[in-house]
């Protein structure tokens, strides 16, 4: 099979039909084998019964439907699990993204062997000051601290080589920096590619500000998994004991003063009269309390199996 396209779908009944038919016609024109993965992730409108109906208009048209609202991230993991396709598209359901940019974005996989090609919303219709504008300083922002030179990191139009989709796991809000996740899988070759978008046809962004702010803190989670691989709680670990030996460090020297004060049989000062004595207290309890912070990370960690638990309440394949 040669594409793939996963969409995550939340309340897009109306958006559907013509979705679904438009990348259809792109496909058919191209003479690509295909399959369109939907995603329902959770919708309470009419969504999955649209899907049932499209599916059976078009077996090439494939379902998910979770049991309740996962988010993007967990639809796209489930729809990449699934995915047959030798190229992996994703795109938006809400008709934002434009069909007929698949055919150029499958070359730029297959014929110019890029892992992960990007769409660049470049001229976007979207809010300016509830979207484009923070979008503008994070991807400025992932850019910096990430490497990748692109521009929209976030974009819901991407390609990626199969193997990409199959080595990366995607979870929480991490659907925004998934070039990211890909270059620390050790995929190097991430373009991007300028995608026309249009303004939400029907139904509304599910995405306010409120979803915004998780944003910043995925995104130091990610810099930070990927500067120290898979456990980076123990950086905080590492640094707490480090801190706790210098602390132990400082306590032992004014001890060993005061020792060898006693033994020469000199006035020693009191040991709670050495400024070294409140710097070694200090150093110890900074250096314990980081170390705590470093445990109970890899407490978290050991119940990260929670990141892949969404259920699936239907499947149609
Ligand atoms: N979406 C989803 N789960 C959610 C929120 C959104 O699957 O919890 C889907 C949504 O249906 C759409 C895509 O993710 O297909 C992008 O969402 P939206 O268009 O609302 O975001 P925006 O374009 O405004 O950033
Ligand atoms: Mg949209």
Redesign the pocket.
């Known amino acids: 099979m040669d594409i793939s396209v996963v969409?995550?779908?939340?309340?897009?009944e109306e958006s559907l039909p013509e979705l679904t038919s438009w990348i259809a016609r792109v496909m058919d024109a191209n003479g690509f084998s295909y399959e369109i993965i939907l995603?329902d992730?959770?919708s309470n409108d009419r969504s999955w019964e649209v899907v049932e109906k499209l599916h059976l208009q078009n077996p090439d048209i494939k379902a998910i439907k979770f049991r309740r609202?996962?988010?993007?991230s967990a639809?796209l993991q489930v729809g990449f699990t699934e995915a047959q396709g030798n190229v992996v598209i994703t795109m938006?359901?809400?008709l934002?993204d434009n069909p007929e940019e698949i055919p150029e974005l499958y070359q730029l996989i297959t014929e110019q062997q890029f892992d992960l090609v990007s769409g660049w919303k470049k001229k976007r219709y979207?809010p300016l000051l509830s979207?484009n504008i923070p979008s503008k300083f994070f991807n400025w922002i992932a850019r910096r601290s990430s490497g990748i030179k692109i521009h929209d990191f976030?974009c819901?139009l991407k390609a990626y080589r199969r193997q990409v989709v199959k080595s990366i796991e995607v979870y929480g809000e991490m659907h925004r920096y998934i070039p990211i996740l890909a270059k620390w899988a050790g995929f190097r070759k991430i373009g991007e590619k300028v995608v026309q978008h249009q303004e939400?046809k029907y139904g509304?962004?599910?995405?306010g500000f409120e979803r915004f702010l998780r944003g910043p803190l995925d995104l130091l989670s990610v810099i930070f998994i990927a500067k120290f691989s898979k456990r980076p709680m123990h950086f905080f670990g590492l640094m707490g004991s480090l801190v706790f030996l210098a602390g132990l460090i400082a306590a032992a020297s004014v001890g060993i003063h005061k020792l060898i004060a006693l033994a020469n049989q000199v006035p020693a000062p009191k040991v709670t009269e050495s400024p070294y004595f409140y710097l070694a207290l200090t150093a110890m309890i900074i250096g314990s309390q980081l170390f705590l912070a470093g445990f109970i990370g890899e407490l978290v960690s050991r119940n990260a199996s929670e990141r892949n638990k969404y259920l699936i309440e239907k499947k149609i394949s």
């Open positions: 969409v995550p779908l939340f309340n897009e995603i992730d959770g609202n996962y988010g993007k639809a938006d359901a809400d934002q979207d979207k976030n819901g939400r509304v962004t599910k995405f």
